[in-house]
């Protein structure tokens, strides 16, 4: 049998004789010296064997045995009996020797935990009494140094995970012995023998430790606090050669006990893989490696499973407070703002209404003093034009009584003379009642009106004037002018304004044709309006300040006619402009837009 293993091993040597060297991961659970102290003689006793190809060790903690077999960077792998049952359910390695210990019990085992206290510490004599209890532990992974003393508490109704919990120091295991020593921890969980091989190397004290709840077993030389495993187990990846794993499997069997590599491992060689149900059994009550699944997620579970995604969500979720903090700050800022702003412009528009109130109550001011003021220039015109109609009522009057003195006097010829006497009574009535109306102060009042009514009624205030001043006044009103929307007498005083300065103009001038002509008509919506004179006219250079306020060519005037008519017409949405009369003299004109109704 020997000799045809031989030639096995040959002929795999042949075929790999130019194959990389076989990659060997290895737990480092005390740190890679140690590993490497502990197992190279291992691995070079693997290289010698297989000649032509060699063995490399790389040692590595539990993320990194891992990643290492989920990215099939090695070929074995030497870890703790947990981590192979794990990484066997998720990853397909296989087991294909188990370590022989010195130190193991009569069914095989020879991995468990040891539980260390101080020595002086009265407080803690039962597992029950860790309870509460801040405990160390290298890695939640970590078999000996965690798993197997969990399922222990566990029995004794202790969760490690509540009250103090758990600090995990992270490899190498020394740390949590150190813990313990410097009162970091309460108590301490680590795989059996550590406590021993420590104390050998002069490390620590052994006196100063205590293993809590220790247990007898027969044939472990170490005290321990739980029940023991299987040990380590020799595994091949899925996808390792089947040849090479025969092998490798060949070799770690003919190990001698009395190897170099066999005593550097403190070990008695290797034996074939033994049942590891019994680790199945605990991790299927603990509910982690292949049955972690089975076991109903606590909060903790939870948090260590998605705790990058639930960092991803605590991230979304600071920043969406922030987000709607800043933007609640913007708004309450922009709304404040806004308050601000309206307060200003309700201030500005009250300001604004008063500054129009205002500018309206003067312009009523100012036309009513223009109104009085033409008045006053006509004062004497229309006196004449009183005496008038008074002297005929006072001639009739007394004709009718000197012939009811004589006794003459004819019924009808007194019915005819009282006719002539209410005639003209009425004749100065209608004079005073224009006048009055004229001088009247009252708000603007809009309504739809006739230019030709306007310019009638001006005229006849105008009329005796003219008369004195041997001046015709001289109409050519259009028919059928559509009415517009401005008010009545603002509109009356435009039109006997510019009928006075044409009076005034031909006063100056002694023209050969005194005419003054009032003409309208009508056009593209609009009523227009000409006041034309035969006067001197006026110089180019005087035309650019005819409407100014207090700009005047007469020498008792005022200068506030023509502006005060400007401001009338435009704001009734109509235009005043002067041009040259090609007769002589010059045209003021009046644009007004007709009523929107009449339009329609």
Known sequence: MRW??????????????????????VLAYRGGDHAIAVWEPTIRYLADRLPGRG??????????????????????????????????????????????SHRAGRDGGAIGSAILVRADDARLRTLADLDGRRLAAVDGDAFGGFQVAWGELL??????????????????????????????????????????????????????????????????????????YPDWPFSRLADTPEDLAKAVVIALLEMPVDHPAAQAAGTAGWAVPLDYQPVHALFQTLGIGPYRNLRPASVIDLLRAHWHWLAIGGVGLLWWVVHV????????????????????????MAERRRAQ????????EMDHVARLSILGEMASNLAHELNQPLAAITNYARGCARRLDAGTADPAELVEATRAISAQAERAAQIIQRIRDFVRKRAPLVEPMDVNAAVLAARALCDSRARGAGVTLRLALADGLPPVAADRLQIEQVVLNLILNALDAMA???????????????????????????????????????????????PQGMGLGLSICRTIVEAHGGRLWAEDNPDGGLVMRVSLPASEKEAS
């Not at 800043?326 to 709304?335: A, M, Q």
């Open 4 to 25: 045809i293993l031989a030639l096995c091993l040959c002929v795999w040597t042949a075929a790999a004789a130019a194959a990389p060297p076989v990659r060997v991961g």
């Open 155 to 228: 029995e004794a109704g202790v969760d490690p995970f509540r009250g103090g919990g758990t600090l995990f120091t992270g490899f190498p295991l020394d740390r949590v012995v150190l813990a313990v020593r410097d009162g970091a921890a309460d108590a301490g969980i680590v795989r059996a023998c550590l406590l021993e091989e420590m104390a050998a190397e002069g490390r620590i004290d052994a006196g100063s430790f205590r293993v809590l709840a220790p247990r007898s077993v027969p044939g472990f030389g170490c005290a321990v606090s739980t029940r023991l």
């Open 325 to 348: 903090v800043r933007v609640e700050h913007l708004v309450k800022r922009r709304t404040a703002e806004l308050r601000a702003a309206n307060r200003d412009l309700q201030q500005e």
């Open 55 to 100: 063995a490399v060790m790389v040692p590595l903690d539990l993320a990194g045995i891992e990643a290492a077999v989920r990215e099939r960077s090695i070929d074995f792998v030497l870890t703790n009996t947990g981590q192979y049952v794990d990484l066997e359910a998720r990853h397909g390695i296989t087991r294909i020797a188990t370590l022989r």
């Open 357 to 364: 109130e205002e500018s309206r109550r003067r312009q009523i």
């Open 508 to 554: 100056e001038a002694a023209p050969a044709d005194p005419t003054v002509t009032l003409t309208t008509h009508a056009g593209d919506g609009r009523v227009e309006l000409a006041v034309a004179d035969h006067g001197p006219g006026l110089a180019p250079h005087l035309r650019d300040r005819l409407f100014e306020p207090f700009f005047t060519t007469k």
